[in-house]
């Protein structure tokens, strides 16, 4: 059985206040209103890491991850964060490869390659984002650009090593635009990135990796998404912000 999980993206939001708070509310519902099978992950700005770590200890199907962290094991880069500073502060999860790194920070593929090595080496597990922007799904060659994006990063990868990561599918004309993509895209895209796996580590591998989808999921509509065979769940941006709306979607299986 695959692992079911929501993902909540903070992304730049959050003041300390606005985050404790955030954190308490989602801890206090799923304390009440426990939530089965569903890892669900909160991945707030760095400088939470610490103080969300605190809040959610105690309660098993929350997991602390960060959005992002250094290509590099340790020394003179200032201002970066390495793999194993977010494990060391708890976190079990990072996000690697979000589009908007790749597109506001020039993340190349083989970046993200030594990024995945780094939280691979530390014991954090990559939430690796792929996705096509809106004018590669006009051309219709959206199946083939995800595919290149995770042949690129990840295909020097191992058995073991590949069977860690979760991947999260991001059509970029999606994220953050109330343009859901439909239930068929999400599937077929996620097929389509599952048989990608599997004729590279083979069909039993490939049935392992969850794979999420992420762009405008809400309440509303996560159920629907959720429902298709290869979709195991979720990263949510705008909606993790708000406590009710990401605990209801994390409801959603
Ligand atoms: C994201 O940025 O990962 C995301 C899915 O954002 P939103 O849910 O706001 O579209």
């Not at 801890?27 to 969300?52: A, Q, S, T």
């Amino acid at each position: 059985m695959r692992k079911k999980i929501v993902a909540g993206n903070w992304k730049m939001n959050c003041l300390l206040e606005e985050g404790q708070k955030l954190t308490s509310e989602i801890v206090n519902m799923i304390k009440d209103e426990p939530i089965k099978d569903v890892k669900v992950i909160l991945n707030p700005p760095f400088v939470h890491l610490y103080g969300v770590k605190k809040l959610i200890a105690g309660v098993d199907s929350i997991a602390l991850g960060a959005q992002n962290c250094s290509d590099k094991e340790a020394g003179a880069y200032t201002g970066e964060t390495s793999a194993a500073m977010l494990g060391s502060f708890g976190a079990e999860y990072v996000i690697i490869g979000h589009s908007e790194r790749r597109s506001m920070f020039n993340e190349s593929n083989e970046l993200l390659t030594e990024k995945t090595k780094q939280a691979l080496s530390n014991n954090l597990t990559p939430i690796f984002c792929c996705g096509e922007p809106l004018e590669i799904r006009e051309a219709g060659t959206h199946e083939d650009y995800v595919k290149a994006q995770l042949t690129e990063s990840l295909f020097g990868f191992s058995e073991d090593e590949i069977k860690k990561l979760v991947i999260a599918y991001e059509p970029i004309w999606a994220i953050g635009t109330g343009k859901t993509a439909s239930s068929e895209q999400a599937q077929d895209m996620h097929a389509a990135i599952r048989k990608h796996l599997s004729s590279k580590y083979g069909e039993a591998v490939a049935e392992e990796i969850s794979i999420l989808y992420g762009g405008s999921c809400k309440p509303s509509n996560a159920k629907e998404i959720f429902s298709k065979a290869d979709v195991d769940g979720g990263l949510i941006g705008g909606a993790s912000l708000k406590s009710r709306d990401f605990v209801d979607i994390a409801k959603s299986f």
